[in-house]
Each structure stands twice: as C-alpha cells, then as structure tokens.
C-alpha cells in the first residue's frame, strides 16, 4: 500500500457515508486548505466535481497535501494569508474558513498569527461570503469550553476559559470568530454554520516538532522506541475522532440548510485518558518504549468529551470509525511517511 492509498481508501468512505450530499457545480472557498482537514476537505469536494478555490499561506499547512490536485482544472491554489483582504472575479457559492494553526504546542510561539486567523481570517471570509452571498462555515473549537466543567459537553455550556493564559490566543479568537459569524448572520442575514471540532486525528497531521498533536507524537515516538512523552500524570482525558469522520459531518454541516445559523458539536464521544492512550499505541505498533512523564503545559483541559446530540439529530452523523481501527490506518500512513523531527 502506497501513501496516496490510504487517503483514497479514506475519501472513498466519505463519499460512500455522505450518499446524495453533494456539492457538484458549486464553487468553494477552502481557507487552510493545504493544511490537515483542509486538504481532505479539498480531496472530496473535487471528487465531488465542485470547484475548489484552496487558500493557504502555508505557515502550517504543506503544499504536498494539495500538490496531487494542482493539475486539476476544478482546483486553484493561491498562497494567500486571509488575515489580509483578497478579492474573486468568479462567484463563490460556499466560504469553508478553516485557517488557523491549532497545535498547543504553538500557542507560545505564533499567538498573533493565531489570533489574526481567527478574528481578522473570519472577518475576511465573511466579507467574501457577504458580498458573494455565499454561504459561511466556520471550523470552531472545543476549546471554546476550555477547562469545560460539563462533561460531555454540549454547545448549550459557555465555556470556562482563561483569556489571559497561554491557550487564550486560540480560545478566545475561536470564540470572538464565533460571535463574528453570528453578528453577519443577524445584521446582514448570512447563512453561517459553526463547526466546534473536537480532538480529530488522521493520515495528513503534522507530526513533526512543535506541530505534533498527541496522537502523531505518540504515533512517531512509539515506531521510533523513542520514550513516549506524557504530559502531567496523562490522567486528562480526551475523545479522538477519525478524520473520516470529521470530514463527513464538516460536509453535512455545511449542506443541511436546517442547520443554518446554528453552533455543532464534530467529534467522536469515546472519552479516554492520554496513558490508555498511549498503551494502545504502544500495542499497535508493537513498541517497547518508556513512558516518560513531563510537567502539564498551564490550563491543559481535564477532560473533553462531546454531546454530539445535535449532531445526530440535526446532521444525521454519527462517527462509525473506533479508535483502534483509525490508529491502525494512522499508524499505516506514519509508516508510509518519511518525515524530520525539528
Ligand atoms: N499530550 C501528552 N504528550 C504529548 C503531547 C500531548 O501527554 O507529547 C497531552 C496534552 O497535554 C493534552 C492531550 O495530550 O492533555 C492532547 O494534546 P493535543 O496536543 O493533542 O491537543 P489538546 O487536546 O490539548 O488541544
């Protein structure tokens, strides 16, 4: 199996799973589209036959996501930062803001750029849905609800988040993005639709340096036999849905006009702590590495766990996909992947 399989294997099951949603004939913005749910998005929408405007500035996001539909006639890239305004001859149908870099482990480093995405990123995409009268989905965040004391949490609960620690450039810039949305929707009647996407893993994550989220760090030190590194006592807790999965009810989202001017819940409601996290990786790729324990990076959430009652209601979703058969495919793809530690 060669890397280019495993996605097509993946898009295939998407479009199997959104049966007749379809976004053929419509043109799309992608912003982030060269980045990790960004370019997936941009594999099936093309597959789709719609048209597909992929912007990226590439500050996190990789031109090999994309390169394979460069060719491709119903497909433009444009290296572009959508903190700054840009302009489009041809009429969009459809804004997908997905431009954010979304790593803790960047938070420190890029905390302007991160809210620049987010507030200024947001108010671009919704001038250009505003005046293309297209519509708006915008990719939010659990981190909305921070350290959240409800649990699972559905999108009813506001959040107990810290605006001035270091996760507050992303928190709060997701959530003035939010009520951005919402303003254009109540003052100017723009169809928006707000993702919250939880923890979501998958062939195209970044593993290397500070871009690593758990699942390819632990992914990566385990193939390696490299220490496995946890974070506090990795008795925090958190539900990892397969990117498959979040693609499909990013699509749905966007697609069902029931779902107009309302906030959703993506993600999968496995809840599990990091250390069964980081045995089960340990037992797939077979690997003798150490845990090795590291202080807890400051408002590190306990726990996060989606309600997705709205979303199987409102989206007909439901994620099919079971952890270790999304980490075995993961795992595949790292296998398959050469890539550096920074
Ligand atoms: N984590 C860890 N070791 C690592 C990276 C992350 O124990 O090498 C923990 C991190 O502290 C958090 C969880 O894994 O509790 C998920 O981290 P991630 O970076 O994926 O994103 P988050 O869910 O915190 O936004």
């Known amino acids: 199996m060669d890397k280019k ?17 379809s976004f053929e004939d419509q043109t799309v913005l992608v912003t982030g589209g060269a980045g990790f749910l960004g370019s997936w998005l941009c594999d099936v929408l093309v597959e789709q036959n719609a048209k597909v405007i992929c912007l990226d500035n590439l500050a996190s996001g990789l ?14 890239f444009i290296k572009h930062d959508i903190s700054q305004p840009i302009y489009f001859d041809e009429k969009i149908d459809i804004v997908m803001h997905l431009a954010s870099r979304a790593s803790p482990l960047e938070f420190d480093k890029f905390p302007i750029q991160i809210i620049k995405a987010n507030t200024l ?72 639709k707000i993702a919250r996407i939880f923890n979501t893993y998958g062939p195209r994550m970044r593993a290397d340096g500070v871009y690593g989220r758990v699942i390819p760090r632990f992914v990566h030190q385990a193939l390696n036999n ?28 966007a697609w069902f006009d029931s779902a107009r001017g309302q906030v959703v819940n993506i993600g999968n409601p496995k809840e599990m702590t990091i250390l069964e996290l980081a045995e089960i990786v340990k037992e797939i790729t077979n690997s003798n590495s150490p845990l090795e324990f590291h202080p807890l990076p400051p408002d590190d959430p306990k726990r996060r766990c989606p309600d997705i009652s709205k979303a199987r209601k409102l989206l ?21 992947m050469k890539f550096d530690k920074n």
Request: proline residues 3%; negative net charge.
């Open 226 to 253: 490299e220490p496995i590194t946890i974070f506090g006592d990795g008795k925090q807790t958190r539900s990892f849905c397969y990117v498959t999965d979040q693609i499909e009810g990013l699509l749905r989202l």
């Open 121 to 192: 990123g947001t108010w671009i995409s919704l001038g250009i849905a505003k005046k293309h009268k297209a519509k708006l989905l915008f990719t939010s965040t659990s981190e909305v609800y921070g350290d959240a004391q409800v649990i699972p949490t559905p999108e009813t609960y506001n959040g107990n988040v810290n605006p001035v620690g270091i996760r507050g450039c992303y928190d709060e810039s997701k959530r003035v993005g939010e009520a951005m949305c919402m303003a254009y929707a109540r003052q100017h009647g723009l169809d928006v």
């Open 316 to 336: 007909k979703w439901d994620p099919k996909i079971e952890l270790e058969e999304g980490l075995k495919k993961t795992i595949e793809w790292f296998k398959l």
């Open 5 to 21: 399989d495993v996605i097509q294997e993946g898009i295939k099951e998407i479009l199997k799973n959104l049966k007749d949603i």
């Open 63 to 76: 031109e090999t996501n994309i390169s394979h539909l460069l060719d491709r006639e119903d497909f433009k």
